[in-house]
C-alpha cells in the first residue's frame, strides 16, 4: 500500500488553491514551511472563529490523485495545489486508513494521519457542482467525504515530488477516520 508523491504545494496567504513548488519543508509540530495553515494551534479561518486555542490537526493536507481522475469522469478538471492540499499522493487510499497512520515521505518526514478533510463551500466557488462529487451519502445515508486527510508532523524533513510514502499502520485496534 505504499505510493509516491505526486505534487507539492504551499502559500502563505490565506487562497483556495496552492501553487506547486520543487519541494516543502515539514516542521515537527507545526505543519508546512512558509504555509499560512501551519501552527500548533489551529489556523483554519472557520477553525479559529470557534476556538483559537485548538490544537491544529490540520497542518499538512494530503489528497490523493485519483480523486482527480474520479471528478474529471464528471467533467470537472482539477490539478495538484487546487483543492489546497499540501502533497498529493497516488497509490494510497488515504481515505481508508486508521487515525494515527503514520506516512513516512521521503528520507526523513513523518506526518501522522489525523481525519478527514471536511471540505467547504469554497469548493464550488473553484468550480461550480464540485462539492457534490467530493461529499456524498453512502447507501445509508452516512456523509462520505473524499477531499483527503489531514495530518500533524511528527519528524520534519523536506519532501519532494516522487518521493517514496511509505505507510505504517497503528499497533492494536484501527479507528476509522472521522472529520477534523
Request: include cysteine; glycine fraction near 12%; hydrophobic fraction near 40%.
Amino acid at each position: 500500500m505504499d505510493g509516491v508523491v505526486v505534487a507539492v504545494s504551499r502559500h502563505d496567504v490565506y487562497s483556495f488553491t496552492k501553487p506547486n513548488r520543487e519541494s516543502i519543508t515539514l516542521l515537527a509540530g507545526l505543519g508546512v514551511e512558509g504555509d499560512v495553515h501551519a501552527g500548533v494551534t489551529v489556523r483554519h479561518r472557520s477553525r479559529v472563529a470557534q476556538d483559537p486555542t485548538q490544537p491544529n490537526l490540520r497542518q499538512v493536507h494530503l489528497i490523493h490523485e485519483e480523486l482527480f481522475e474520479e471528478v474529471r469522469s464528471a467533467g470537472f478538471r482539477v490539478t495538484a495545489g487546487e483543492l489546497g492540499e499540501n502533497i498529493t499522493t497516488r497509490g494510497i487510499e488515504l481515505l481508508g486508513l486508521p487515525a494515527g497512520t503514520l506516512l513516512r515521505i521521503g528520507a526523513e518526514a513523518v506526518v501522522e494521519v489525523t481525519g478527514l478533510r471536511n471540505p467547504c463551500r469554497q469548493i464550488d466557488g473553484f468550480q461550480a457542482g464540485l462539492l457534490k462529487q467530493v461529499v456524498g451519502r453512502d447507501e445509508a445515508g452516512r456523509v462520505v467525504r473524499k477531499a483527503g486527510v489531514m495530518s500533524v508532523v511528527k519528524v520534519g524533513g523536506v519532501v519532494r515530488p516522487e518521493d517514496a510514502i511509505r505507510v505504517e499502520l497503528p499497533a492494536g485496534d484501527h479507528r476509522p477516520l472521522e472529520r477534523v
